[in-house]
């Protein structure tokens, strides 16, 4: 598969120790993922650090119904066009093929119009203008420029037609993106599922998904329903640091169709239903949290610690750590301020990472090694 790369989809690595950790650092340092609004999350990437993943199945779900059919509909020269886009896409981030980056104003809005476009069928008026060159592109024009494979923004905020132009361009590439992973022999993976995984009553995955629902109630007070997609992934004979073997589910919940406006990560040992990680990854339930400058943050790291240190004893049994270290670096909403402190923490060989928020003292992740 030549120059066609899903970044969503991480599959069959083996990864060291110390590159597990470097990675989860990064992570939760704020490196940037394939979707901008991501960067507003904590938990990022995190997932590809704790033991191989790969491909994960898709059932059907009527949360798409509203949007496939114009997805499907599109004429041969706009599918075409979307597929060189794919094709040209080396991007690490998203937002590294925006002519600038979002505004904290913006990213709401695309929150508020995400969730009409995909649940309620709010469309744009017209389709987001694709040009060869800049010097076709007008004035304050949103649009996609083909010679530099960059999407152009507005020099002001963006209004919500042209939000919505952008949201439809994005779900048209997302679209075609899949169609030829596919055609390649490859199902998409996470953050390119547009169904949750079909279940079947009494298996391993259906009983997964009960202990991942469970958590997500005593964790976050939440219990989900049909209007988010679910992906169910099951690994049998999975090896941690330890050289213990389990039978590893990785379990993603996503709001509210494919707009991504909120989900939460979980990784659970099947063989006895034991959580691994939890954490909260989704921008739209944390984009309007208090943010703090760093010397503010100091004064209620004591305090977060603590609730860092109450959820590991809950959930792992462990007390007493060896060494603490925090940071600042995992949940900022805007250079020099920081809405969340992150804990690694050492507990006879084990490493425990943690984030909670500033605010109101909330678990945004919580992992093991």
């Known amino acids: 598969m030549e120059n066609r790369i899903n970044k969503d989809l ?32 904590g938990v990022l990437t995190a997932l590809i650090i704790v033991i ?17 059919s114009r997805l499907a509909n599109m004429d041969t020269e706009e599918f075409d066009s979307y597929a060189a886009e794919v094709d040209a896409d080396t991007f690490i981030s998203t937002d590294e093929g925006f002519s600038r980056e979002l505004t904290i104003k913006e990213i709401k809005k695309v929150i508020e119009l995400e969730r009409k ?52 361009h994005d779900a048209k590439k997302r679209y075609v993106n899949i ?54 992934d099951i690994f049998d004979e999975s090896e941690d640091k330890y050289g213990n073997m389990m039978t590893l589910g990785v379990l993603h919940y996503y709001q509210l169709g494919t707009g991504y406006a909120t989900c939460y990560d979980l990784y659970i040992n099947a063989d006895d239903m034991s959580l691994l990680m939890i954490g909260e990854a989704g921008y739209g339930s944390i984009i309007d949290s208090e943010a703090y400058t760093y010397a503010e943050a100091e004064e209620y790291v004591a305090e977060r610690e603590q609730t860092a240190l109450n959820a590991i ?54 992992s093991r090694f």
């Open 117 to 168: 476009y995909y649940d309620e069928g709010v469309f744009p008026k017209k389709n987001m203008p694709h040009y060869e060159t800049a010097t076709e592109r007008g004035k304050n024009e949103l649009a996609y420029v083909v010679s530099d494979n960059i999407v152009y923004l507005p020099e002001k905020d963006m209004n919500d037609e042209q939000i919505l132009e952008y949201i439809d």
């Open 10 to 41: 991480i599959s069959n690595i083996e990864i060291d120790e110390d590159m597990k950790k470097t990675l989860y650092r990064n992570c939760i340092k704020k490196r940037r993922t394939a979707d901008f609004r991501f960067r507003y999350s």
């Open 179 to 232: 169609l030829e992973l596919k055609a390649d022999g490859f199902e998409p993976g996470q953050g390119m599922a547009l169904e949750s995984t079909p279940l079947t009553s009494g298996s391993i995955e259906e009983k997964t998904k009960k202990a991942a629902d469970k958590y997500l109630k005593d964790y976050y007070g939440l219990v989900t329903d049909d209007s988010w997609i679910v992906l169910v």
């Open 52 to 68: 191989v993943f790969g491909v994960f199945s898709i059932g059907t779900s009527a949360a798409i119904i509203s949007f496939r």
């Open 313 to 366: 004893k809950k959930e792992f049994g462990y007390e007493n750590p060896d060494s603490i270290k925090y940071d600042f670096e995992g949940f900022n909403l805007e250079d020099g301020k920081t809405a969340s402190v992150n804990f690694e923490m050492e507990f006879s060989g084990r490493t425990v990472y943690s984030e909670v928020r500033i605010e109101d003292s909330e678990l945004l992740f919580l």
